[in-house]
């Protein structure tokens, strides 16, 4: 099963090499001698400008998953434009966002700094006639249409918070060290972690000591890292759940050769030197999911909602090109809104991790 799985990863990862960029924050080139087969289209996207708003540029998580929304665009007839905020706040989304309903696209599909402060924002899209939906990170129920949800909140914090236990053998102080403090995707899966920790008599001997933030940028993570061995002399496991965050500690504890342990949520090409069982290495094992997929996701989402195939009710159901799960359904999101959910986290450990790292 692993090996059909990684050859579906392997095309798609292959597919969305082989397209010409976006360029950043420009449109994607709509000669059609530069797109690949549409045998998954229907000419219904045609004409038509789907665009993606990352988190912030810079971000190679975020670039995955703009490869991803824009092969399947591109796939189906659509014009992809993709834009890279300068930063990850709420800010520098709204700018985005406002430029776009200027532009007149059809649909915004974005993977929110901030829950809140984009409502207002996406709001004015919607009455624009903007189809709205997110990825990776979501907007308040408001706010969107629906929500491509890379794998179900419980699952990611149960997946950690039995990482955690594991290599800390059951006992002693960890640390998480997270993104943004406003990041509604990590906010959503420390909370799992911690109600499954505090409900659970299994991690009673778990001394949870602090929640630090990286800000999604690698000098900040790496002095967060730094100042959590500091103030912690008998931490045991940071839990890093943010690709930039985890690739930041694994440096530092890796260079140190400290007998703190690392794990989370990370890219294999990005980890594969830190993973590893013995004390050479700073990362035991981590978890994740293919961002490229989530891009294409997140992009045939958007074109559900424009051909009006789905409103983003429970339910609803939709095609998603050869993803491994298409078709899909709309699921209640537990926050008065819909999600679909791409699939359960990943293990990545020394037994798969060579030859996954040539995937992403």
């Not at 706010?143 to 059951?170: C, H, K, P």
């Amino acid at each position: 099963m692993k090996k059909k799985v990684l050859s579906v990863l392997l095309c798609a990862a292959m597919a969305a090499g082989m397209l010409a960029g976006c360029g950043g924050d420009d449109k994607a080139s709509t000669d059609d001698a530069n797109k690949p087969a549409a045998s998954d289209a229907d000419g219904s996207a045609a004409g038509k400008k789907f665009a993606l708003v990352t988190k912030s540029a810079g971000n190679p998580y975020n670039e995955k998953e703009a490869e991803g929304f824009q092969q399947a665009i591109e796939s189906i007839g659509g014009e992809c434009i993709i834009k890279h905020p300068e930063s990850a706040t709420a800010d520098a989304q709204v700018s985005v966002i406002q430029s776009l309903i200027s532009q007149g696209v059809d649909s915004i599909c974005i993977a929110a700094n901030d829950e809140n402060a984009l409502q207002a924002a996406l709001e004015d899209a919607m009455a624009a006639g903007i189809k709205v939906s997110c990825l990776d990170s979501k907007t308040n129920a408001a706010s969107r249409m629906t929500f491509a949800n890379q794998a179900g909140t419980t699952e990611i914090g149960q997946a950690l918070m039995d990482a955690v236990y594991d290599i800390a053998g059951g006992e002693g102080d960890w640390a998480i060290l997270s993104a943004t403090s406003q990041a509604t995707n990590q906010n959503a899966w420390i909370d799992a972690m911690k109600d499954i920790m505090e409900n659970d008599s299994k991690y009673a001997n778990l001394n949870l000591v602090e929640v630090a933030y990286g800000d999604d940028e690698p000098v900040k993570s790496t002095d967060q890292t730094q100042a959590l061995l500091s103030k912690y002399p008998n931490l045991k496991v940071i839990c890093a759940p943010t690709t930039v965050g985890i690739a930041a500690a694994a440096k530092v504890l890796q260079d140190q050769s400290s007998a703190v342990k690392l794990t989370g949520l990370g890219l294999p090409s990005e980890m594969a030197e830190y993973i590893g069982d013995d004390d050479a290495h700073s990362c035991p094992y981590m978890f994740l999911w293919n961002p490229i997929d989530v891009g294409r996701l997140g992009a045939y989402i958007s074109a559900a909602l424009v051909d009006g195939t789905i409103t983003g009710a429970a339910g609803e159901t939709f095609e998603a090109g050869d993803m491994p799960n298409s078709p899909y359904t709309i699921v209640d999101a537990g926050d008065g809104g819909t999600e679909v959910i791409l699939g359960a986290p990943f293990k990545f450990d020394p037994t798969n991790i060579e030859e996954w790292k040539t995937v992403y």
